[in-house]
C-alpha cells in the first residue's frame, strides 16, 4: 500500500503541473494566468498600487512554420518563452503562453517606467537569440511586437480591460512596422 500511495501522490502532483503548465513551453499557461491576473489585480487595487500587463507576438509566426516546419516552430516557441521568463528579474513577475505565438506578462507593482524598461528588454533579448527567419522584416531573425499597459492608464473596472489594452497596444506595433514596443495611450 505504501508503494502504491507514492504512485498515487506523484501522478496527482504530475496532474496538478499540467493543469497549470503549458506542455510545450514549459511555463505557465493561460488557466494559469487566469488565476493570476485575478490574484495579482485585486492585490494591486487594495494595495493602491500599480499592475502592468506585457502582451507578446511573435513577428510572422505562421511564415515561421510554413517555411521551417512545425518541429522548428515549436522549438522558436520554447526558445522565446524562456526568454520571456529569464527576462522577468522580481520573484512576482509572471509569465504565460496566453495562445498560439501569443505570451503574456504581469508585473505587479510596477511603475510604467519600470515596465517599458522591463517590455524592452523582453523584445531586445528575444531580437538577440538570433533565430533565423527569413521572412522576418528585421534583420532575417524572430522578431516578436510588445503591447503594454500600466493600470493607471486606464480607467479599467476590471482586469479584462488591462488585457485588452495590452493587446490593442500590441496591435498597434504590429501595424507600426513590428519588433516594436507600443505604450498603451488613452483613446487608442
Partial sequence: FHILGRKLNESYRLIEYQAVMDALTSIPNRHSFS?????????CRNRDVTLSVIMCDIDHFKNFNDYYGHMQGDACLREVAQCI?????????????FGGEEFIVILPNSSRKGALIVTERIRAEIENLKIAHVHSTHGGVVTVSIGMVTSRDVDSESYEQLIQAADEAMYSAKESGRNQVCCYQRGN
Fill in 35 to 43: 488565476e493570476t491576473i485575478l490574484r495579482e489585480y485585486t492585490l
Fill in 85 to 97: 521568463k529569464n527576462s522577468l528579474k522580481r520573484p512576482g513577475d509572471f509569465c504565460a503562453r
